[in-house]
């Protein structure tokens, strides 16, 4: 498994923007990963929100889409989400997920996100 780190979260107004990342430690071989977003919501269970395959395809929840963006920079080992016309239902923690060629899915620790007036 790999350790991943996650940081940008924090409180928003609807309409208002954030950029999570995700960094991966202690791997030389991240651009083969597939990587991806997922969040949950007091009572509801995790969800995907988007993730983004090792050759760069990507895929986002239809609640998302138009909204929010998946990338990532190989070189820095890091994924990013970039969340723009953030609305209240976007409230939730938002885990990182790295899923190697071969081997163990691993998770972040989470980050919230909460986006209120």
């Known amino acids: 498994q790999v350790q991943l780190v996650e940081s940008g979260g924090g409180l928003v107004q609807p309409g208002g923007s954030l950029r999570l990342s995700c960094t991966a430690g202690s791997t030389n071989i991240f651009r083969l990963y597939a990587m991806g977003w997922y969040r949950q919501a007091p009572g509801k269970q995790r969800e995907l929100v988007a993730n983004?395959?090792?050759?760069?395809?990507?895929n986002y929840a239809d609640s998302v889409k138009g909204r929010f963006t998946i990338s990532r920079d190989n070189a820095k080992n890091t994924v990013y989400l970039q969340m723009n016309s953030l609305k209240p239902e976007d409230t939730a923690v938002y885990y990182c997920?790295?899923?190697?060629?071969?081997?163990?899915?691993?998770w972040g620790q989470g980050t919230q996100v909460t986006v209120s007036s």
């Open positions: 997920n790295a899923k190697p060629p071969l081997g163990s899915t691993s």
């Open positions: 983004i395959a090792s050759g760069g395809s990507t």
